[in-house]
Structures are given as structure tokens and as C-alpha cells.
């Protein structure tokens, strides 16, 4: 009776396989395609420039409507709130007032023992300014389409920030547009720096809105609030970019992120280049030459450390830009 | 020779007709990556792609072909950026499904017709669910999928409303075509 109902019910599926064959043959075509682009993801890529060219191209007509809405939306929600909004802007305003009394006094501080210690001078690094016109965030991928591609310099690896911090980074360009992978995407790693307790740790998406804290070392004690920042370990981001502060979870500590692509309107793409210092084959033997030491030495007597020689390549760093590390 | 070139200008013709629905769900994904702040994101965008495959399943087939389910699963590949294959598969697997359940719910309108779009929505997000955790190798919260699986039956009779709208359209052929 049972290998009757059986039978019956695979001669069905036949019978369907039979009547279907068109997509009996693209659901074989598709389990291909999977294979290979989950196998060769290169060859997936410049289609995907491809593409992002093109909806960028079509995305862009509706970008600036778009952002004029979300000026809307976000205005009729401060309408109800206004009067307690402004008494927190007053108090904010007075407490940023006094800090930057101490932030010129501390920037004074610091160029004078920059000076004393022979600090190499900070490059600013360059960027490029572009235009979110797509968020293309779903249930498995976080990312957003930016209006800059290759044809405006951008590369694969660049990091992406608005004027309140990290956002993310790129990870495929067209011609004239950008994906930019978001740090709550769960593919997302990105080395970052906790400010105060000075511990390294990798900052892991999750696909939620609270990216978690990971291989922070053993017997860690964090602070919430304290400042998350990007660090150069890896030569991909630049060091000192605000990403948000610590919060407290309760498995492991997250990252209440600084702004998101919900917020971000026009973005910057930084043109950032990790200081590789190689030396030549002659500079290559520690023992007969120190090398250039950015302390000077107590048991040396307090020499003062050699001058950057001023043939070498001077290592790009970033400045501390205050739009980003507020 | 005339003969030839105006079977094959008709055929194009035709060809573009019927391939309406597929253009109507393609601008429409386009329009859904609007990046529009709308309930500050708290509420993610709704499947178009998934509630136009289910209304041409069950209201014409032939206006939505396999082909077509497959270019719209390979645009969504290529728009949220999951690796090229994974909505292929998983619109063209929930377009059989659906075709299976066709005589249950072919000339169903309202109450009826939401009920059978429940049933392949939940198809879709279990079977979504399941292909990501084997291809990403990894465990998936599963709460942004089911609430885009909500959001998109909430909106259904919206979109079949719309749907049924360039049903009308299509099957009034104007002359010549």
C-alpha cells in the first residue's frame, strides 16, 4: 500500500519534471552557476561592475528625490521632539565649548613633543567624495551602491566614511560605481583599537545592527562607551577612524556603531596607502647602523634620534582629521 | 523574404508583450533599492520578485516563463550581492513549487489567494534559510528573513492588485499583436 502511495507520488514528480523541462533544466543551470561563483568569484565580478554600472546609471535619477524624502521623513520625526532636542543641543553646546579650550591646548602639546621627538609629519589622506544611490541591503548581504568607481580612482579595499565614522568598505568597482561591503554585513571583519584600554580586537558583522567585538585577548575588561577606532594592523584601513563605542551584550561586547547606511547621504572613499617601510640590501643589517627610533633612548644618554633621511620614502600616515574622529 | 521579416517582427513584438511582467518586476526590485529611510529601516523591504513569481504562477505562467524567473533571481543575485545562483535557485525551485499548487489556487481572489502566497512565501524563507546556511557555512538568525517574509505577505494584495491590473492589460491584446 505504501509503495503504492510512493510510486505515485515519484511518477508524479516525473510526470511534473516531464511537463517542466525548461526549468527542470534551469534549476540545473542554476545549482552550476552557484558552483562556480562560490568556486571562482573572480569571474563573477566584473559582471557585477557591470551591473552595478548599470542600475548605478538608473538609480541615480532617483538618489536626489530619494534624499529629499528622507529629509522629510527625518524632519517630521524631529517636529514632535523639538523642544527637547534643543535643550540637548544647548547642553551639548556648552560642554563641546569647554573641551575645545582642552582639545587646542592638548593639539599644542602634542606638535611640540612631535617636534621634540622627531615624528614623521602626517600626510592627510586623499579621498574621493561620492553619493549613496542604492542600499542593496538584504536578509544575507549589508552593502550600498556609491556613484564612484574605478574611472574616479577607487579600488577594492578602500574604506568608506561619512562625517560621523566608518561605514565600511569597497569590495567590487565599475566603471563608474561602487559596492561597499557595510561593517554589519557577516562577512565583515575589520581590525579596530578600543581607546583607553588600548586592546586590538576584530570587529565581526553579524548581519544585525550590533556587530560584536571578537579575539579580544583573554581576561579583557572592557568600559561601555569607551571608542572604538580603526587600526593599521593589515595596511587595509586607516588607523584613527571613529567606528562606535563599546556596549555591553550579553555574550560578547558589541559595537553601537557610529552612524549607518540609513543616515549616510554623500560618503568619502579613502585613498589610503599602509607605510611599507623595505629596506635596501645595504640598509639591511641592524647590528652596524641603529635604526631611526622615534623614542629617544635614557641609556643612551638622551640623544636625540637621527634625522628621517630625506632620500627615504616618508611613510604616508593619516592625519587625525576632526570630521572623523570627533 | 517580406513573409520572414514580418514573422519575425510580429514574434518580437509579441515577445516584448509577454515579457511585460518580468519588466514591471524588475523596475520594480530597482525601486526597492531606493535608499529611502522609511521606519529608519527597522522594517526591511519587501520580495517583490517572490509575490510577482506566485501571482503569474497561479494567474498565467506563460506571462512569466521560467527564463524569466531565472533573470530575475540572477538580477537580485547580482543587486544584494549573495553569490550568482542562490536566488536563481531559490525563485525557480519556489516557481515549481508554486506550480504545483496551481489547482488549488488558480482563479483564487483575496482571503484564498493570500493564504496560498503564505504557503510559498514560508516555502521560500525555509528553503532560503536552509541554501544560506550551506553555502555561508554558518549559522543564520533567521529574524530578518522571516520579517521580510511578513512585510512582503502584508504588502501581497497590494502588489497583486497591481499585478492584476497589467493582467487585464496583457490578455485585452491590442490588434496586431
Known amino acids: 500500500m505504501a509503495l503504492n502511495s510512493s510510486r505515485r507520488r515519484s511518477s508524479g514528480l516525473w510526470a511534473f519534471a516531464v511537463q517542466n523541462r525548461l526549468l527542470v533544466l534551469l534549476l540545473i543551470v542554476g545549482v552550476g552557476l552557484l558552483a562556480v561563483s562560490r568556486g571562482q568569484g573572480e569571474l563573477t565580478q566584473s559582471l557585477r561592475g557591470a551591473v552595478d554600472d548599470f542600475t ?84 544575507f548581504m549589508r552593502s550600498m551602491l556609491v556613484n564612484v568607481g574605478s574611472a574616479g580612482g577607487v579600488t577594492k579595499g578602500q574604506a568608506v566614511v561619512d562625517d560621523r565614522g566608518l561605514l565600511g568598505r569597497v569590495v567590487g568597482t565599475g566603471k563608474r560605481s561602487s559596492r561597499v561591503l557595510l561593517l554589519t554585513d557577516f562577512n565583515s571583519r575589520i581590525p579596530v583599537i578600543i581607546e583607553g584600554a588600548n586592546l586590538k580586537a576584530i570587529l565581526v558583522g553579524n548581519n544585525t545592527d550590533r556587530p560584536t567585538l571578537e579575539y579580544l585577548p583573554p581576561g579583557s575588561r572592557l568600559t561601555a562607551g569607551s571608542r572604538v577606532l580603526t587600526t593599521a594592523d593589515g595596511g587595509a584601513l586607516p588607523p584613527g577612524i571613529v567606528v562606535g563605542v563599546v556596549a555591553k551584550g550579553s555574550r560578547s561586547p558589541w559595537v553601537q556603531l557610529s552612524t549607518s547606511e540609513r543616515r549616510a547621504d554623500f560618503v568619502r572613499i579613502l585613498r589610503y596607502t599602509a607605510p611599507v617601510d623595505v629596506d635596501g640590501p645595504n640598509e639591511a643589517a641592524p647590528s652596524s647602523s641603529p635604526s631611526v627610533s622615534p623614542v629617544p633612548s635614557s641609556a643612551s644618554g638622551g640623544v636625540a634620534p637621527a634625522p628621517m633621511p630625506s632620500s627615504a620614502p616618508r611613510p604616508v600616515v593619516m592625519r587625525l582629521d576632526g570630521a572623523f574622529t570627533r | 523574404m517580406i513573409e520572414t521579416a514580418h514573422a519575425a517582427y510580429m514574434w518580437t513584438v509579441q515577445f516584448c508583450w509577454r515579457s511585460l511582467p518580468f519588466a514591471i ?138 499585478f492584476a491590473w497589467f493582467r487585464r492589460l496583457l490578455t485585452t491584446v491590442p490588434e496586431g499583436v
Open chain 1, 56 to 139: 548605478s546609471g538608473a538609480m541615480e535619477v532617483f538618489a536626489a528625490p530619494a534624499a529629499e524624502a528622507n529629509r522629510w521623513i527625518e524632519g517630521v520625526g524631529t517636529f514632535l521632539t523639538v523642544y527637547e532636542e534643543n535643550a540637548r543641543l544647548r547642553d551639548e553646546n556648552v560642554r563641546l565649548r569647554m573641551a575645545l579650550g582642552e582639545l587646542g591646548e592638548l593639539q599644542r602639546k602634542v606638535r611640540r613633543f612631535e617636534e621634540l621627538l622627531r615624528v614623521p609629519t602626517e600626510a592627510p589622506v586623499a579621498g574621493v567624495a561620492g553619493r549613496v544611490i542604492a542600499d542593496l541591503s538584504g536578509p
Open chain 2, 25 to 162: 518586476t524588475i523596475v520594480f526590485m530597482l525601486v526597492s533599492g531606493i535608499p529611502l529611510n522609511l521606519f529608519h529601516d527597522a522594517v526591511p523591504v519587501a520580495n517583490v520578485a517572490l509575490a510577482s513569481l506566485f501571482f503569474w504562477a497561479i494567474n498565467g505562467p506563460s506571462f512569466l516563463p521560467p527564463w524569466a524567473v531565472f533573470l530575475m533571481g540572477a538580477a537580485q543575485d547580482l543587486l544584494s550581492g549573495t553569490p550568482l545562483g542562490f536566488w536563481v535557485l531559490v525563485y525557480l525551485a519556489t516557481y515549481g513549487f508554486t506550480l504545483t499548487q496551481r489547482v488549488f489556487f488558480r482563479g483564487r481572489t483575496g482571503i484564498g489567494a493570500w493564504l496560498g502566497f503564505a504557503l510559498v512565501a514560508a516555502f521560500a524563507t525555509v528553503f532560503a534559510w536552509l541554501l544560506a546556511m550551506v553555502l555561508f557555512e554558518r549559522w543564520l538568525p533567521p529574524g530578518e528573513l522571516l520579517l521580510q517574509g511578513l512585510v512582503t505577505l502584508a504588502l501581497y494584495p497590494l502588489f497583486a492588485r497591481v
